[in-house]
């Protein structure tokens, strides 16, 4: 399984952006989709993560209200939608693909077997 992040740039504080991930070769395997974020100096986070299966959603605290993840099984393809972005939203975003139990979906694990390439997000005050 590929995994092919897209959608980042530059914006302002307060703007929106929409992130892509789109996945091709085998995916039967894949029952959970995530979105994580690494900022410059720190530590990959968990930011949100869906179930391939009944669609349920988790996010990190620092993020609900303001982004929605979203996927389209049918063209094997993950959304990230950033509403009101905030300046501590600046970070390399990555997709994530794998066969994660339900407890370490919800948890925010990152023990994805598959990975994309990273896509910069920065927010300009």
């Known amino acids: 399984v590929q995994l092919q992040a897209s959608g980042g740039g530059l914006v302002h504080t307060g703007e929106s952006l929409r992130l892509t991930c789109a996945a091709t070769?085998?995916?039967?395997?894949?029952?959970?989709m995530g979105w994580f974020r690494q900022a410059p100096g720190k530590e990959r986070e968990f930011v949100a993560a869906?179930?391939?299966?009944?669609?349920?959603?988790y996010y990190a605290d620092s993020v609900k209200g303001r982004f929605t993840i979203s996927r389209n099984n049918a063209k094997n393809t993950l959304y990230l939608q950033m509403n009101d972005l905030k300046a501590e939203d600046t970070a390399v975003y990555f997709c994530?693909?794998?066969?994660?139990?339900?407890?370490?979906?919800?948890?925010?694990?990152?023990?994805?077997?598959?990975w994309g390439q990273g896509t910069q997000v920065t927010v300009s005050s």
């Open positions: 994530a693909a794998g066969g994660l139990i339900l407890s370490e979906v919800r948890r925010g694990a990152q023990g994805y077997r598959y």
């Open positions: 070769g085998r995916t039967n395997g894949i029952n959970a």
């Open positions: 869906i179930r391939r299966s009944g669609g349920m959603t």
